[in-house]
């Protein structure tokens, strides 16, 4: 399973990104999806999820009302829209996915067996 993000890159407080993450190597619409992100000096944190349909998603605390997490099946691409950027959001992002199959998206990386490289978003201030 390969996964590939993009769309990582500068932008100011108050802007907006759009990520997309490539699968491939496997049956993509069986699968949930998340995003991760980790800043310089802190521990991985999750940012969103999303089951295989797209109909369930669950998105952390700190950027609901301004990320939102979508899918498309047809194009092996889960994407993570971001608005109402802040300088707290700068952090290199990672999808993620289980190799189990999840009823429900989880918000715990530990139950995501393969990852991207990582894309990075810098929020100036």
């Known amino acids: 399973v390969q996964l590939v993000e993009s769309g990582g890159g500068l932008v100011q407080a108050g802007g907006s990104l759009r990520l997309s993450c490539a699968a491939s190597?496997?049956?993509?619409?069986?699968?949930?999806m998340g995003w991760f992100r980790q800043a310089p000096g802190k521990e991985r944190e999750f940012v969103a999820a999303?089951?295989?349909?797209?109909?369930?998603?669950v998105v952390a605390d700190s950027v609901k009302g301004r990320f939102t997490i979508s899918r498309d099946n047809a194009k092996n691409t889960v994407y993570l829209q971001m608005n109402s950027l802040k300088p707290e959001d700068t952090a290199v992002y990672y999808c993620?996915?289980?190799?189990?199959?999840?009823?429900?998206?989880?918000?715990?990386?530990?139950?995501?067996?393969?990852w991207g490289q990582g894309t990075q978003v810098t929020v100036s201030s």
């Open positions: 999303i089951s295989w349909s797209g109909s369930n998603t």
């Open positions: 993620a996915t289980p190799s189990k199959y999840f009823t429900m998206p989880s918000m715990e990386s530990s139950s995501y067996d393969y």
């Open positions: 190597g496997r049956t993509f619409s069986t699968y949930a």
